[in-house]
């Protein structure tokens, strides 16, 4: 078995310049995560509040914090605190909640808009036909930053299948760009996990959000 500290280096050395690792970390103790940090990793991924409370408390400041799970708007309060980005809103409602608490923490709050790129009913994140409309609602928001988007894509196992989700999460990514609208700035596209990053920095990811190839096996699954 190959340390956590091995493979951090190992994909730190593949990944080519201009492309961000977030270490997706749900699950992982605190000495985990500071291991990864120690081995050059910068940003940190937690997709549960109080997972996150606890292990930030440990870990404070010595990364960035992205939020990547499914955010609940009474949750809000804990995360806008603690969080760097968060890389999953899906509603005018949430980011309208994300200001006000960004407003009392006395920051401005960098998100990403989370896209539904398989069309699927049951899964979180915005249809792409919806997105314009959404960012142009959000941007005005003075304490929340749009920066980009973030998909996830149909989970098949095989990183190939990936591809076209991929590539419309790029297309919707490029035309949102092109608009130009006021205060949104278009920089991060947040695709591919530990089976599928590959594909998507081919298809123009530059943050990718790794957990099993540095950390191992999750014992416990949740997605
Ligand atoms: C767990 C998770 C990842 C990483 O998954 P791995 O297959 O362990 O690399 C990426 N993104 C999100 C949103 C996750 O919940």
């Not at 205060?183 to 920095?201: D, P, R």
């Amino acid at each position: 078995m190959e340390t956590i500290t091995e493979n951090v280096k190992r994909l730190l050395s593949e990944v080519p310049e201009g492309v961000e690792i977030v270490a997706a970390a749900k699950t992982r103790t605190a000495d985990e995560i500071l291991e990864a940090i120690e081995a050059g990793v910068s940003k940190i991924g937690e997709n549960y509040v109080q997972e996150a409370v606890s292990v930030h408390e440990l870990v404070g400041e010595k990364a960035q914090w992205h939020f990547i799970g499914h955010l609940q708007s009474n949750k809000v309060v804990q995360v806008v605190p603690i969080f760097d980005m968060i890389e999953t809103v899906d509603s005018a409602k949430l980011a309208r909640k994300i200001d006000k608490y960004a407003e009392l923490n006395n920051k401005i709050m960098s998100i990403l808009i989370e896209v539904n790129s398989g069309r699927e009913p049951q899964k979180n994140g915005v249809m792409p036909e919806d997105i314009e409309h959404l960012i142009r609602e959000i941007a005005p928001l003075p304490h929340v930053k749009v920066m980009g988007l973030m998909t996830m894509g149909p989970f098949t196992g095989d990183p190939e299948d990936a591809r076209p989700y991929f590539v419309e999460t790029r297309r919707i990514f490029n035309h949102i760009k092109d608009l130009n609208i006021p205060k949104v700035e278009m920089k991060y596209l947040s695709m591919g996990m530990s089976n599928s990053y590959k594909v998507a920095i081919e298809e123009g990811a530059n943050i990718i959000r790794v957990g099993t190839k540095l950390f191992g096996e999750r014992i416990c699954k949740f997605e």
